[in-house]
């Protein structure tokens, strides 16, 4: 199971950003897709998560209503469309699947800042 993240970067309050993960090593179609993050001095939190074909999504509090999570199974590939962005979404994102919840990527780090 690989897992590269990648789209982050440095926004001012109120931007947006989108974030990507590309994902190899077992079949993608097949299993539930999850972003997560991690802010320093924090424990990691889930962020959202969507179904095996993108029919169910679900959100944290805390990022509903500003973010979509996505995903394009021909790809490989989940989204995660952040707007709206506070300085309190700092952190280092991660994707994650569910059912190989011990495999992480390196994450994608976003700060925002004026």
């Known amino acids: 199971v690989q897992l590269v993240e990648s789209g982050g970067g440095l926004v001012q309050p109120g931007g947006s950003l989108r974030l990507s993960c590309l994902a190899s090593?077992?079949?993608?179609?097949?299993?539930?897709m999850r972003w997560y993050r991690q802010a320093p001095g924090k424990e990691r939190e889930l962020v959202a998560s969507?179904?095996?074909?993108?029919?169910?999504?679900d959100y944290a509090d805390f990022v509903k209503d500003r973010f979509t999570i996505s995903r394009d199974n021909a790809k490989n590939t989940v989204y995660l469309q952040m707007n709206s962005l506070k300085s309190e979404d700092t952190a280092v994102y991660y994707c994650?699947?569910?059912?190989?919840?011990?495999?992480w990527g390196q994450g994608t780090q976003v700060t925002v800042s004026s």
């Open positions: 969507i179904s095996e074909r993108g029919q169910r999504t």
């Open positions: 994650n699947v569910p059912v190989y919840s011990d495999y």
């Open positions: 090593g077992f079949t993608f179609s097949d299993y539930y």
